[in-house]
């Protein structure tokens, strides 16, 4: 059974960090691009970020460029996702999943976790 477990989450003021860790069982990172999406109250689940399983190459949606990372960890099948000046507007639940390399949209993703919350005040 594949599972995604999304961590890192938490309230934190405009202008901070968090750095959200996704990790995996019963399925190896490396046959898959894995994507952070978010889902803010109201609206439709967004791409953040994705990073392809082949060469490590990264999306950035136009949002998250300049102050989000993400990276992964083979060894341990883990993707992190570094926000640094963080802003009310990325607010929201933010997914991990697992798609095919080269795909930005949810819907061609096949596994997610459950969620972690993040809140940024103003």
């Known amino acids: 059974e594949v599972q995604l477990v999304e961590s890192g989450g938490g309230l934190v003021q405009a202008g901070g960090s968090l750095r959200l860790s996704c990790a995996s069982s019963?399925?190896?990172?490396?046959?898959?691009?894995i994507g952070w999406f978010r889902q803010a109250p109201g609206e439709e689940r967004e791409v953040v970020s994705c990073?392809?399983?082949?060469?490590?190459?990264?999306y950035y949606a136009e949002s998250a460029k300049g102050r989000f990372t993400i990276s992964r960890d083979t060894a341990k099948n883990a993707v992190y996702l570094q926000m640094n000046s963080l802003k009310p507007e990325d607010t929201g639940v933010y997914y991990c999943?697992?798609?095919?390399?080269?795909?930005?949209?949810?819907?061609?993703?096949?596994?997610w976790g459950q969620g972690t919350q993040v809140t940024v005040s103003s």
């Open positions: 999943a697992l798609g095919p390399e080269g795909s930005v949209t949810g819907d061609k993703y096949d596994y």
């Open positions: 019963g399925v190896t990172f490396d046959d898959y691009a």
């Open positions: 990073i392809s399983h082949s060469d490590g190459s990264t």
